[in-house]
């Protein structure tokens, strides 16, 4: 098993500029989330995932977009990048919605100029 | 903003040195779960606790859930300098328990001198 990978590792963006970060699990994970990471604050969760078909919002979510089409894939996309959105950023997975340990993926180093 | 909130946010010592970061909450949580980031990494589990007052040993690392559920520690015993790292804890408040939401907290960073 994979386990929780994404692409890109590293993204370089100029405002306004759109992308998507791709996350997928290979694991069978009821549950996926994303969290950005900023020094002094911790990890945020931005969206989540609690089956196909299925989003909600986290702790900060505007200027994110999430789908989940497929119990696999969770992509994460940038609308329109600002530079407060500088960071990095995580996609996790856990196989059940309510407990377990989640699976982190080895992150997204995202600049915005 | 942040729930949970998680105490001291960088902690130094010399290795050999005891090292505890604590979690609080102003909620009830229906379980507490620690991580682990390694300089670099990406955060790896720990442990879970439900159970109110649990206490559970890892090797030197020792973890308790208060009796109200509302606080937990994570205590290590003579640090090494693998022990370097941020910890973090992460609640599911009752009430979330059908979303699964895990919130975490702002970290604890150990730097541990030789």
């Known amino acids: 098993n994979a386990g929780v990978t994404q692409t890109p590792k590293f993204q370089v963006l100029k405002t306004g500029q759109s992308m998507t970060l791709q996350c997928a699990q290979d694991?069978?994970?009821?549950?996926m989330s994303w969290y950005r990471q900023d020094p002094g604050m911790g990890l945020r969760l931005i969206h989540y995932?609690?089956?196909?078909?299925?989003?909600d919002q986290g702790e900060v979510p505007n200027g994110y977009n999430v789908s989940r089409s497929t119990t696999e894939d969770f992509p994460l996309r940038l609308l329109s990048a600002a530079p407060s959105q500088t960071s990095v950023y995580f996609c996790?997975?856990?196989?059940?919605?309510?407990?377990?340990?989640?699976?982190f993926g080895e992150g997204s180093r995202l600049t915005v100029l | 903003g942040q729930q949970v909130m998680q105490i001291p946010q960088y902690q130094h010592v010399q290795e050999g040195e005891d090292f505890t970061t604590y979690c609080n909450s102003s909620?009830?949580?229906?379980?507490i779960q620690w991580y682990k980031q390694r300089p670099g990494g990406h955060p790896v589990f720990l442990i879970q606790?439900?159970?109110?007052?649990e206490v559970k040993k890892q090797k030197r690392l020792t973890f308790q859930f208060g009796e109200a559920k509302k606080n937990s520690s994570l205590h290590i015993t003579a640090t090494q300098t693998t022990d370097v790292g941020t910890y973090f804890c992460a609640e599911v408040k009752r009430g979330s328990s059908n979303t699964g939401k895990l919130i975490f907290g702002q970290g604890t960073t150990l730097q541990v001198k030789p």
């Open positions: 995932s609690v089956g196909a078909g299925i989003t």
């Open positions: 694991m069978n994970h009821e549950y």
């Open positions: 909620t009830t949580l229906s379980n």
């Open positions: 996790a997975s856990r196989r059940t919605v309510n407990t377990g340990e989640l699976f």
């Open positions: 606790l439900v159970k109110s007052g």
